[in-house]
DNA sequence: GCTTACAAACTTGTATACAAGCCTGTAAGC
DNA sequence: GCTTACAGGCTTGTATACAAGTTTGTAAGC
């Protein structure tokens, strides 16, 4: 693949993964393009890249955007992702020590992380472990799959995730990793599903993503009792929701 | 995404799903932009986006490739597959009645095809019996995940496979759904990583993909004597393998 | 006869121009 | 004051032209 197309992709996956993209974020062509010093050709192959990948969709003559996952469809990727890594525990034999010991490092960062209050790369780093984990695995075909799903979970917590919950997950992890290394695979893999459930049931599916959510949170309760100014123009495209209301990016895990 | 891109990519996967395109073939951009009647740049779209779910591949100004995975390829995907689908088997509480319906009329089909010696439908229904199992769960993610992997599956076999064993294949699958009907999901999920097991078993991943395979049976033990004619002048590209040598196009399961 | 060099044809890579549609801002009409 | 119609700007959709590289066919030289 041409490797500027490859790096536009990358880039934008990796921004996804580390929460520095809010879901419904427009993605215009040409401003990508000035970007990262590229024609507008090279941004629309990765788009459509990225497309296919689950992370972004096109709306037609407006625009790229992150998307925005339903509740539907945020219950599919988590039943995805309960099905392969518990699969994936199950389907190991034995649990090699290199792996092993790289595992138990990654946990012990997200320790670090989360100590250190530092929000960022323990949003990282949580969501890092499930795609570390296959990737330990040294199948690619797998890690790119759940690197994919961890973008769109990573997604559909910025949509859904009321509260964090980073130390619980990170505890999740050790646990997970324990069990790994007494060989209790069946027990890793219980543990596992026990983790993607609590994640999933942590988030409030019921709650519809609203466009409006971050601009009612500013309008005064004056504005419900009748004598509402009008709503102020944002210049804000309808489907472009500024996420960015003061919650830190938190990954679902 | 644009009907007219999808329909290239669609038609150019199932084709694939079903063995009509073999490993290795050229796809050249004006001859699909000619066949499809579309311009050339929607084939490129539909290219790319085959790229990525990893079915095709580009060399510089040569032209796109249908995919000829290696043995390590061929060992990834199918410990890919022995993961999601034994995961997917695992994690079900108990198979909706509809679900159940559907597979067993799935299967019966298969033996009919395989009675009435129907090779072409038959190489089809074996290779979609899984992806059937994973649109059967309504699971939309999932069921694409597995159709890519079946793909590719499907094109290893056809590299690799030495010998058919539908009848076999469609024993084990009336086997898992048994299995499922008696709601003992731990033996389905047992059966079928012993059933994809010995897919792969079956396949000589030593033996690897020769160019000239084709073209060593059509010439005479002579040729090997000494006073070798020279080769004919096949026309046909270095890479591009015709693997039509008579053996149908038979898929892995 | 065999090898090597060269040229022509063919294929993809990339950019750009223009077409088509959507959104926003403004003004006219009620 | 409010609604509706319209125009302008902006963004993607699509095709096409040209650039760059690869393969193949041919002929000259040894």
Redesign the interface.
Known sequence: ?NPATANIEEAILSAILAGRINPGTRLGEQKLADLFGVSRTRVR?AM??L????VVQ?SARRGWYVVEPSAE?AR??F??R???????L??LREVPPDVLKSLKEHVAMERDAIGAGDVHSRACLLGDFHIHLADALG????TE?IRD?TARTTLISMLYQPTEKAEESSHDHEDIVAAMEEGDLALAARLM?EHIGKVEAGLDLTAKPDPLAGLRALLSPAVFAGNAPSVPHTHEHPHEHSHSHGRPATKED
Do not use: P
């Not at 497309?51 to 689950?54: V, Y």
């Not at 199948?139 to 797998?142: E, G």
């Open positions: 693949m192959e459509m890249r497309e296919t990948r689950g096109v469809e599919e990727a039943q995805t309960r099905v392969i890594e518990t699969g994936l199950h389907s199948n690619r075909m797998l799959i799903l599903d």
